[in-house]
């Protein structure tokens, strides 16, 4: 029991969510509906991929800036800013393969190289790469900082599945999906940190939603079921936004939990 009373009270003071099923199925729906979103503005809208991406990090940065001062894990909050780096990613990478030039294998190289760069000076500045007890601003920065270019890596990796490898949407997602399986064997039944399994598990989600959203998106023609930007976003929207609605429901009741009653101040 009081055990269970210590968990409730690391999580009501952790900044970030706990990592169970339902993050991981709320992460998919978050950077598929980034991968929608972004098209939507960049080319369904045709703002461009430049201007796309100078709008998307603006409001990553206003978002990221919310989350920083603030001093509780606020769900809304945190999907918020997932959803911002997942957007701002799509459109940060279609810039650099497509307007740049630098096309999907030299940017995902680009993309690797900065995120492994991210990840090192984290893990030697602070000690670890742990993601459960995130309470400082400098531990919580480097986590957005590492989410936002691991998201635009996704999109670069899905992307070229997609398009490039002849595998099409459906054979790129079939093939992140399979990894991602594998990760979840690893985690149960080997004694791979559970850290580097957390960051593998992160990358792999994004290209799983960018090509999860582009056969959602793409016209039939192309091999997708032709839904269009506009009503793939507003379907995924309003998961996520179910989903964040329960998870700030789990959330205060926690911290009613965590809280001590009249005779434990006493």
Known sequence: MKLQYIQQVEATMSKLPQITAFFWIMKICATTLGETAGDLLSMTLNVGYAVSSTILIGVFLATLATQLVSKTYNPLLYWTVILSTSTAGTT????????????????????????????????????SLSVTHVRTAKVELLYWIAILFSNTLGTALGDFLADSSGLGFVGG?????????????????????DVVLFWVAFVLTRPFGATLGD?????????????????????????????ILVTTLQQKRLILLAKPSHTERH
Do not use: N, P
Request: aromatic residues 10%; positive net charge; hydrophobic residues 55%.
């Open 92 to 127: 940060m990478s279609d810039y650099m393969d497509r307007t740049l030039g630098l096309g999907y294998a030299k940017g995902s190289v680009i993309l690797v190289t900065i995120l492994l760069a991210i990840l090192v000076f984290w893990r030697f500045s602070v000690g």
């Open 215 to 243: 056969f959602l998106t793409k016209a039939h023609q192309k091999g997708g079921l032709g839904y269009g930007t506009v009503g793939s976003s507003i379907v995924l929207l309003s998961i996520l936004g179910v989903c």
């Open 173 to 193: 997602a079939s093939l992140i999906a399979s990894l991602l399986a594998l990760v979840l064997a690893a985690y149960c039944f080997t004694q791979i940190s």
